[in-house]
Each structure stands twice: as C-alpha cells, then as structure tokens.
C-alpha cells in the first residue's frame, strides 16, 4: 500500500539556520502530497501542498517541490525562528479507488529552534 | 473562526468504560474523518464519511463505532475502552473526499485510559 517516510527526530538548529526536512512516498499513481505543521498541544495546520509533478507549494517561507523522478517532497525554509518549532508531518493522499482522498501520514519531525 | 470543533479536550476512563467523543465543523464540508495519535506513529485513520449518510472503515478501526449526525457533526464511540486506546484523537473534514482536498483539523481529544 501506499506509504510516507520522514526523517527521524528530533531537529535542534540554531536561529536563521537552514532547515530541511526530508520526505519521500511510495504510492499508486499521482497522489498529492502535503505538510502540515502541528504546534504543542494542537491539532494538526496545513502548512503547504502540491498536487502534480514539478508543482512547488509555498507558505510563511516554507518551500517543497513535488519531484516524481525521486518519489520525494522535501521541505525546506532559509531562516528559521523560535516560532518555527513544532511537529512537521509529511502526507499523501491517494489518488485510486476506494481510499482516494485519504491521507497517509509519516510519523512526524519533531524541529526545535534555540534563539 | 471555530472551524473543526472537538469535545471533550481531556478525559480519563477506567478500563470497560464507554464514551463519546464529539465533533462539529463549521465550513459545511461534506467529508469527516477519525485519527488516532500515537506516539512515534503519525496519525492514522479510524473511521471516515464521505458524506452525510454514509461512514466507512479505515486503518484501524477495530473498537470504534461512529455516527454521522448530520452534515456538521461525526462523533466516535468507544464501548468497552482499553488501555490500547489510550491516545490523542483528532478529527477532521474536508470540502469533498478528494485526491486534491486538505483536511482540516480539531485541536484534539486526549483520552487515557486506566
């Protein structure tokens, strides 16, 4: 079935570090792909998505590019802030049959950012 | 903006116990789904309805039950809670159940159970 897999955390990085965090999917067809970021004691907030091939997603200086050739959607920011710390989930929803439209999701990247 | 609502936030039950757990959204989807939260294992799903009227099963949705009420409300049933379901349980919705809709989450229910 289909999958998502995420690197492994927990993140620390300093302030106005690079950030990226990798994701890369097994999946039937052409799924989409999304992240979502979830802040402590909260539920889970779109980040960005992308729905084909080559199309990049973009918000609040996060950036992910749907690369087909190597199953991946990493995401990355230039600068991070305190604020960016929180868990960052790499999803998929499927694109056939009776599960199109559900999300897998990969277990989380846990990033602190230290001032 | 209430947008998905969940009721309650917090709740601990004693093993065998049953309960109810509540979800409203405001956004008039047509679709709402059931996630559990474990630790080291993302979010994985319970039960979805597509649409008003109709519920379906997903990963793991062996101890649930779920009722969609209406357009705005999916609640979740645990008959007999065991301490296997000790976990943080989030809903959803979407406008429709498509490859090309995010969802959009609750603020959570954790629930333990002893």
């Known amino acids: 079935g289909d999958s998502v897999t995420q690197m492994e955390g927990p993140v620390t990085l300093s302030e106005e570090a690079f950030l990226t965090i990798n994701c890369t999917y097994t999946a039937t067809g052409y799924p989409s792909l999304f992240w979502y970021v979830q802040y402590p004691g909260e539920g889970l907030q779109l980040l960005l998505k992308a729905t084909k091939a080559d199309d990049k997603g973009s918000n609040k200086g996060f950036e992910a590019t749907y690369r087909k050739e190597t199953t991946s959607f990493h995401l990355e920011k230039g600068s991070v802030q305190v604020s960016d710390s929180a868990v960052y989930f790499c999803?998929?929803?499927?694109?056939?049959?009776?599960?199109?439209?559900?999300?897998?999701f990969g277990k989380g990247t846990k990033l602190s950012v230290k001032p | 903006n209430a947008g998905v609502t969940q009721t309650p936030k917090f709740q601990v039950l004693k093993t065998g116990q049953s309960m109810t757990l509540q979800c409203a959204q405001d956004?008039?989807?047509?679709?709402m789904y059931w996630y559990r939260q474990d630790p080291g294992m993302g979010l994985r799903l319970i039960y979805y309805s597509a649409s008003e009227g109709t519920t379906d099963k997903g990963e793991v949705p062996n101890g649930y039950n779920v009722s969609r009420l209406n357009k705005r409300e999916f609640s979740l049933r645990l008959e007999s809670a065991a301490p296997s379901q000790t976990s943080v349980y989030f809903c959803?919705?979407?406008?429709?159940?498509?490859?090309?809709?995010?969802?959009?989450f609750g603020d959570g229910t954790r629930l333990s159970i002893l």
């Open positions: 956004m008039n989807h047509n679709s």
């Open positions: 959803a919705s979407s406008e429709q159940r498509a490859r090309n809709q995010p969802q959009h």
């Open positions: 999803a998929l929803s499927e694109a056939y049959g009776g599960s199109q439209g559900n999300l897998i």
